[in-house]
């Protein structure tokens, strides 16, 4: 573990003394881009604290449908997993590596202690969930009140805000996947959103026209 580098990337989240007991019983972790990081009835051991990369959380429906929930940045952690940490159930969530990642895992067991010790984590897990409840209400709107268009070329954005590129290597078969719709539907909605000049798109290749 590169102790600086985990002190410099979680500096401005926790003071000195928390720092130092998430670098002595943390474990540190990288995975490559679509490594599968949990999985959904998985036993949950450890949650993740971002340090770089990102990480898409779904979840499926009875039908083995896959939803997107919300994406994980530097800095974050999984509020799904610290529910299923403070019930002490099985994981609810998929979590998947949208890119190169790495991460501390934490032990379960110091969650609970660490927020009766340490302002600054109970305002980090405060804070966790009230972003992830605003981002899975965005995602219930996205679906009940969005045509499927709008929500193609939200994801393609939010995608592309999330690699910091918008140049994206992603197949329609994936995307579809992910929106839970058919590979036909979405062939023909980006044949749309290319010809209003919103993206351009080639084999396995997807560029957002604009994503800032």
């Given at each position: 573990?590169?102790?600086?580098?985990?002190?410099?990337?979680?500096?401005?989240?926790?003071?000195?003394?928390?720092?130092?007991?998430?670098?002595?019983?943390?474990?540190?972790?990288?995975?490559?881009?679509?490594?599968?990081?949990?999985?959904?009835?998985?036993?949950?051991?450890?949650?993740?604290?971002?340090?770089?990369?990102?990480?898409?959380?779904?979840?499926?429906?009875?039908?083995?449908?896959?939803?997107?929930?919300?994406?994980?940045?530097?800095?974050?952690?999984c509020a799904m997993?610290?529910?299923?940490?403070?019930?002490?159930?099985?994981?609810?969530?998929?979590?998947?590596?949208?890119?190169?990642?790495?991460?501390?895992?934490?032990?379960?067991?110091?969650?609970?202690e660490w927020i009766?010790?340490?302002?600054?984590?109970?305002?980090?897990?405060?804070?966790?969930?009230?972003?992830?409840?605003?981002?899975?209400?965005?995602?219930?709107?996205?679906?009940?009140?969005?045509?499927?268009?709008?929500?193609?070329?939200?994801?393609?954005?939010?995608?592309?805000?999330?690699?910091?590129?918008?140049?994206?290597?992603?197949?329609?078969?994936?995307?579809?996947?992910?929106?839970?719709?058919?590979?036909?539907?979405?062939?023909?909605?980006?044949?749309?959103?290319?010809?209003?000049?919103?993206?351009t798109h080639d084999?396995?290749?997807?560029?957002?026209?604009?994503?800032?």
């Amino acid at each position: 573990m590169d102790v600086s580098f985990v002190k410099d990337q979680i500096e401005y989240l926790f003071e000195p003394e928390l720092i130092d007991e998430i670098i002595e019983k943390g474990e540190y972790r990288e995975f490559d881009q679509g490594a599968e990081l949990m999985d959904i009835g998985q036993q949950i051991t450890h949650f993740p604290l971002l340090l770089s990369g990102s990480l898409k959380i779904m979840t499926e429906d009875e039908e083995g449908n896959e939803l997107l929930l919300y994406y994980l940045e530097m800095g974050d952690t999984c509020a799904m997993t610290l529910q299923c940490c403070l019930k002490e159930n099985k994981s609810k969530i998929r979590a998947i590596a949208e890119e190169k990642t790495r991460m501390i895992l934490i032990p379960v067991a110091l969650m609970e202690e660490w927020i009766v010790r340490y302002q600054s984590w109970r305002r980090f897990v405060f804070d966790s969930y009230n972003n992830r409840l605003n981002e899975m209400l965005e995602a219930v709107d996205n679906l009940a009140f969005r045509n499927l268009e709008e929500r193609l070329y939200k994801y393609l954005r939010d995608k592309a805000l999330i690699n910091s590129n918008a140049q994206l290597r992603i197949t329609h078969h994936q995307i579809a996947q992910e929106l839970n719709t058919s590979r036909v539907v979405i062939s023909r909605l980006m044949k749309k959103l290319e010809q209003q000049g919103k993206i351009t798109h080639d084999r396995n290749m997807v560029s957002v026209s604009e994503f800032a």
